[in-house]
């Protein structure tokens, strides 16, 4: 049993713009048992992020802003309390983001970024669910939000989503109760330091995802991506710590389930 604990269902970049419903029909032809379908903006995506969650038995959502979309004006108006009235409004919606921090691209302004990313975490600690967080070359700020805002060790829960980031993130994400979501990334040739970070991550905090439609594993790495390809993570990610196939993706689906224990088995 496999979880995709990451994709975006509707996202244009989809294979041949693809319905959700065919993506999803493949994922479960290939094994795939549930995934979680990741908002990126409130007023952008969420409402089909969530009708997709609703049509599908055993696909779950996000409500949340990316830190790409945090300077955009009607996502920087979404107060603290709509958000949390928003994350309430519904079962199938199981976590709140992804939201964090992009120092790479910077498309949003750093201050707006982190306002986001702490009404975020004010949000999560409100509703007792899970944040997704999204860190890109921006490590030391975004562990820093997390322990300020987090309101002390093991109240704030989360995982940090397509690690790649240095080894001392995933420590410190660790050491504050955090889980590690590994993409594809993690299969690629060059990827030997995430090699090495996925060994140090204990197996009851590992999860895998795709990030669909972006970063298609090995031996698919330059395709589109979707659910059904998380299979080839999992099986690496096996090999890579020594476990049989069956017991990680059994454990993987229990850490999911243990994290993000709003969603339910239908």
């Known amino acids: 049993m496999w979880i995709d604990s990451h994709c975006h269902l509707n996202h244009e970049n989809n294979a041949d713009g693809d319905p959700p419903a065919d993506i999803i029909a493949r994922a479960r032809e290939a094994g795939i048992d549930g995934m979680v379908n990741i908002s990126t903006e409130i007023k952008g995506d969420f409402p089909v992020v969530l009708k997709t969650a609703q049509d599908h038995e055993n696909v779950w959502c996000t409500a949340g802003t990316h830190p790409h ?3 955009i004006e009607a996502e920087k108006n979404v107060s603290l309390n709509e958000l949390i009235i928003l994350a309430r ?23 707006d970024q982190i306002n986001s990313f702490r009404k975020h975490i004010q949000a999560c600690l ?11 070359e921006a490590e030391e700020d975004t562990i820093r ?8 060790k093991g109240a704030l829960r989360g995982v940090m989503h397509c690690f790649s980031s240095k080894p001392k993130l995933a420590e410190e994400a660790l050491e504050e109760g955090f889980y590690i979501s590994f993409s594809g990334i993690v299969t690629f040739k060059k990827s030997t330091e995430l090699q090495d970070v996925a060994r140090m991550v204990p197996l009851d905090k590992i999860l895998v995802e795709t990030d669909a439609p972006f970063l298609a ?12 390809n998380v299979i080839h993570t999992g099986k ?3 090999e890579l710590l020594s476990v049989d196939e069956k017991e990680f993706a ?13 969603a339910k088995s239908e």
């Open 69 to 71: 979309d945090a300077g």
């Open 89 to 111: 409004s519904d079962n199938k919606i199981i976590g709140i983001g992804e939201s964090g921090l992009d120092y790479y691209y910077n498309h949003s302004e750093k201050d």
């Open 250 to 262: 059994a454990q993987t689906t229990e850490n999911f389930f243990t994290l993000f224990n709003k």
């Open 145 to 152: 939000i997390i322990r300020e805002e987090g309101g002390g």
């Open 217 to 228: 594993p090995v031996p698919l790495r330059g395709k589109i991506n979707e659910p059904a």
């Open 126 to 136: 409100e509703t007792d669910l899970p944040l997704v967080v999204h860190s890109r």
């Open 236 to 238: 690496f990610l096996a």
